[in-house]
Nanobody, 116 residues
Framework: QVQLVESGGGLVQAGGSLRLSCAAS????????MGWFRQAPGKEREFVAS????????YYADSVKGRFTISRDNAKNTVYLQMNSLKPEDTAVYYC?????????WGQGTQVTVSS
């Protein structure tokens, strides 16, 4: 059974930092594109960042460029999202995503709340 389990969310003041983790299990994800999406109240889920397998490109939404960093440890089947200089508009539920061709897996999400 494939599972993506996010952790690391919480409440932080504006300007602070959080590190999200997503532990994947059930198969080897080294050949999957791993990413993060988020969904704020009343808004659609949006792309945040993604990273392919070894040596491939990393992508970020314009709104998080320079503040967020995605990384992955294929040996641990884990992807991370380091979030610095957080803003109130970063408040959302953050979801981990694993994608390979038409196969897509989602985690259950972790809440990030940034207070002003």
């Amino acid at each position: 059974q494939v599972q993506l389990v996010e952790s690391g969310g919480g409440l932080v003041q504006a300007g602070g930092s959080l590190r999200l983790s997503c532990a994947a299990s059930g198969r080897t994800f080294s050949s999957y594109v791993m990413g993060w999406f988020r969904q704020a109240p009343g808004k659609e889920r949006e792309f945040v960042a993604s990273k392919g397998w070894i040596g491939s490109s990393t992508y970020y939404a314009d709104s998080v460029k320079g503040r967020f960093t995605i990384s992955r440890d294929n040996a641990k089947n884990t992807v991370y999202l380091q979030m610095n200089s957080l803003k109130p508009e970063d408040t959302a539920v953050y979801y981990c995503n694993a994608r390979k061709l038409i196969i897509v897996y989602w985690g259950q999400g972790t809440q990030v709340t940034v207070s002003s």
